[in-house]
């Protein structure tokens, strides 16, 4: 390892930290030697941060891969704010000039990020073998591998695209990866005679309680929360699987009990989920309803509870999503409220974002009809995608036949936990392949069947500075604008 | 999307009204038979006001409107009914309603929304002399533009100007409204609320009216700026529109004006004639100064003044022409039917 003393050094010259949190300095460590790293960290252990010091120390362009415009935007915001202004996101958000610009002078950018189709374009292929990469760095990695739940088919294409680069030394970074994810990552993204430095890192939190409450209608669901929620610690985060429910719940929070509470998804607006961001993140408001939108680029250290008011699509989302809770170290929540009706609802949006054999039939017969219904949706890219790749429609429907059973398979995993008389934390480990933990004790989760206590988790919050009623606009003006300044 | 109540405000009492025209001039589709009529129906100053329209939903609220007996169906297309009447008139009391709805096709309205947000955070900002804070959730775009603009522009006195002119703005309005407008900034250790809390706080005006408020009250500052002729004159001029028109009109109509006759314009736009047709009855709608007499000669213009000036324009039917064996075409016809309408407004 390099001398102990200089990544601490560099650690605080560029990021203002004194310590390096568990895993990034061996990943760190590992790029500066130029060798090409898998890091499965979990949720809140400064992934980004691991290319982002390396970037520094090569003092050569880092191209992230990342597959989604928001995670980006988050990305470049926090680079900015930091004070590193040469990041940019390559995106459809840039004007066609704007694009055009930054393609032909990447070389003076320190970070690129870019979405994996962007790649796919030769223009900008061809601009990236001319500069000289310090980093590749594969962001959510996990999307390469079919056996995972956010499969992504172009990240498949990032082998090819390596090689045509010249095989740049590669960070692939995910939160979560089981055995079985983490090989197929090592297979689709590196050469066979590469040799890859594995950095693995528990998924285990154990300041975090875990628990799940069952129920058996969805107005024991609701009156359930009515009477916890003012009881419990604040912030809170609650996740929902659909915008509705979000804004219902939101709504009956505040109109029921004196938490202020917003829901939060992508149906808001730009303007107003930025407001939500702030606001929580100052501690302006007891709990946010969100669907899974929400928490890319969130680094709230203080969250004291993640409840899941619907069930998720697996344990990876899971194990992500409760991973918000507790950054501070403290003790924390992780609640799953299960209503066995809530199955059924997340295997339909499991299988919705797949295409069935009608819709795969269908697109080859008419493909402009089933362009124009499935317009923007994922089903369409999945099936342009593969019909890209000549496979016939029979290949297809046996493809998504294989993924439709994958996930019914996680989430079976997922209810499994949810049911497990035994300990919750034992079964997490074992899933993503992780030896058992210590014995279970009451402060680690309840099990099934267990009654839930909370007592720990019930502290009285404290009074937080949001205000519900209008200002006068000329006192908010004046707030804006210092009077003795400028 | 706007409520179902709302909807009332674009039909009559006395003029009968198609609800597909109505949806398509709020969708901002310019067909030329959409503008046409939307002219007809004195709602083009409404033209392109909710790009967020869903037709499936707004169809359905016309349902439910004649079923609650609001509208009436007639054979030119939907009446107010009495009580539609008041319905309108009880909601127009309630909610907010856009004041120069027209501005909206003055300038780049969601750029300037945009843009709007970052002058008020930068400028918070900048008289903190602060540096380090997250940007608010704006188009890459619009930040870029800003940031050329602000370079140029930043000087001792910016935040200060700012200030001025947006206290100066919110002066002459309704207190409720401009509080509401002002809780929309973020700035330095000011989070802006969002509509639905916005809403809970005014207790009169629904998440829908907020949004639209928000919207309002953008483009009247930004038309309140251009009039200082001061700074900020330079960030708003380049987001206004020159033209109504859709650019693939205003080009036809750029070389209409240099006196390009209709069959070199399609060649040279590599257009159709009829397309070349359309986008100048376009031109003939929006621009004041469209010279008909460059198409519709004397004695045409005589025999369609014969055969129509005793009827309003709205009433007039190109199929006479024809019954009395007058060959004459239904471009010229439209042509002169939009000139007369003009006396209409």
Do not use: I
């Given at each position: 390892m390099i001398s102990d003393n200089f990544l601490e050094k560099k650690l605080h010259t560029f990021f203002g930290y004194t310590s390096f949190k568990e895993g990034q300095k061996q990943i760190i460590d590992s790029l500066l030697k130029r060798q090409s790293t898998l890091g499965i960290l979990p949720?809140?252990?400064?992934?980004?941060l691991c290319y982002q010091l390396a970037g520094k120390l090569l003092n050569q362009t880092v191209l992230i891969v990342s597959p989604l415009l928001s995670l980006m935007q988050d990305q470049v915001e926090q680079l900015h704010f930091i004070g590193e202004k040469k990041a940019i996101a390559v995106t459809s958000e840039l004007s066609y000039q704007h694009k055009y610009f930054v393609i032909h002078h990447l070389r003076e950018y320190d970070y690129v990020y870019m979405a994996p189709e962007m790649l796919q374009k030769e223009e900008v292929l061809e601009q990236l073998k001319t500069i000289s990469l310090g980093l590749f760095v594969v962001d959510e990695a996990h999307c390469i591998s079919q056996w995972g739940p956010d499969f992504r088919p172009d990240y498949l294409d990032l082998k090819i695209i390596r090689q045509k680069l010249g095989n740049p030394v590669t960070l692939a970074l995910t939160a979560t990866a089981t055995p079985e994810v983490e090989q197929d990552i090592c297979r689709q993204l590196f050469n066979e005679n590469e040799s890859i430095k594995i950095v693995r890192r528990s998924?285990?939190?154990?300041?975090i309680f875990l628990a799940a409450k069952q129920v058996d209608t969805q107005q024991q669901k609701d009156e359930y929360l009515l009477e916890i929620l003012p009881q419990l610690a604040t912030p809170i985060l609650l996740y929902f699987s659909s915008k509705k429910k979000a804004d219902e719940i939101s709504q009956l929070l505040n109109d029921r009990t004196d938490l202020k509470t917003a829901a939060y998804h992508a149906g808001l607006s730009k303007k107003d989920r930025y407001s939500i961001q702030q606001q929580f993140m100052n501690d302006q408001l007891d709990a946010v309803c969100a669907t899974?939108?929400?928490?890319?680029g969130i680094n709230k250290k203080n969250i004291r509870c993640v409840l899941h008011y619907h069930l998720p699509a697996d344990l990876e989302s899971y194990s992500q999503e409760i991973g918000r809770a507790g950054r501070d170290g403290q003790r924390s929540l992780a609640l799953l409220l299960f209503n066995p009706a809530d199955i059924d609802l997340q295997r339909h949006l499991s299988s919705n974002s797949l295409p069935d054999d009608g819709e795969i039939e269908y697109y080859f017969n008419h493909k402009d009809l089933i362009n124009s219904c499935l317009q923007g949706s994922d089903k369409k890219n999945l099936l342009e995608y593969y019909a890209g790749r000549f496979l016939t429609p029979l290949k297809l429907k046996q493809i998504f036949k294989k993924r439709r059973f994958e996930r019914e398979k996680k989430l079976q995993e997922l209810i499994a936990y949810v049911e497990t008389a035994k300990c919750r934390r034992n079964f997490l480990c074992k899933y993503f392949g992780e030896e058992k933990k210590a014995d279970h004790n009451v402060d680690c989760c309840q099990p099934a069947g267990q009654p839930l206590v909370l007592d720990n988790f019930l502290l009285h919050k404290p009074g937080n500075n949001y205000t519900k009623s209008l200002e006068d606009y000329r006192k908010v003006i004046s707030h804006l604008f210092n009077e003795n300044k400028r | 999307m706007p409520s179902k109540e709302s909807?009332?405000?674009?039909?009559s009492r006395t003029q009968s009204r198609r609800p597909a025209v109505i949806r398509q001039v709020l969708l901002n589709k310019r067909t030329v038979s959409n503008l046409f009529w939307g002219m007809q129906y004195h709602?083009?100053?409404?033209?392109?006001?909710?790009?967020?329209?869903n037709a499936g939903a707004f169809d359905n609220f016309i349902t439910q409107l004649k079923a609650e007996n609001f509208l009436q169906e007639k054979p030119a297309g939907l009446l107010l009914t009495e009580i539609g009447l008041k319905e309108k008139e009880n909601y127009e009391h309630i909610h907010y309603r856009p004041k120069n709805p027209e501005f909206f096709q003055k300038l780049d309205e969601k750029m300037w929304g945009d843009v709007l947000q970052l002058l008020i955070q930068v400028g918070s900002e900048l008289s903190y002399c602060n540096k380090r804070y997250y940007v608010s959730a704006t188009s890459y775009k619009a930040q870029f533009y800003f940031k050329r603009w602000f370079q140029q522009n930043k000087s001792a006195g910016l935040s200060k100007t700012i200030k001025k002119n947006l206290l100066s703005f919110l002066a002459g309005k309704l207190q409720e409204e401009a509080d509401i407008f002002a809780a929309s900034f973020n700035g330095h250790g000011v989070i802006a609320k969002t509509a639905v809390q916005l809403a809970k706080s005014s207790e009169t005006y629904t998440v829908e009216d907020i949004n639209t408020l928000w919207r309002d009250y953008s483009v009247m500052f930004a038309m309140y700026l251009i009039k200082q002729n001061d700074v900020f004159y330079s960030l708003v001029k380049p987001l206004l529109?020159?033209?109504?028109?859709?650019n693939s009109a205003f080009t036809t109509y750029e070389l209409f004006n240099k006196g390009v006759s209709l069959e070199k314009i399609g060649q040279l736009r590599k257009v159709k004639l009829s397309t070349v047709k359309e986008h100048l009855l376009e031109a003939a709608i929006f621009e004041h100064n469209f010279t008909f007499e460059r198409i519709i000669n004397q004695n045409e213009y005589k025999i369609l003044a014969d055969n129509f000036s005793e009827k309003a324009p709205l009433d007039w039917n190109y199929q006479q022409l024809k019954e009395k064996n007058i060959q004459l075409d239904f471009f010229k016809f439209r042509l002169f039917q939009i000139e007369r309408s003009r006396y209409d407004f």
């Open positions: 949720t809140g252990t400064g992934k980004s998924v285990d939190r154990p300041n899974s939108a929400f928490g890319m | 909807l009332l405000y674009f039909f709602l083009l100053e409404w033209l392109g006001t909710a790009p967020q329209l529109k020159n033209s109504l028109l859709s």
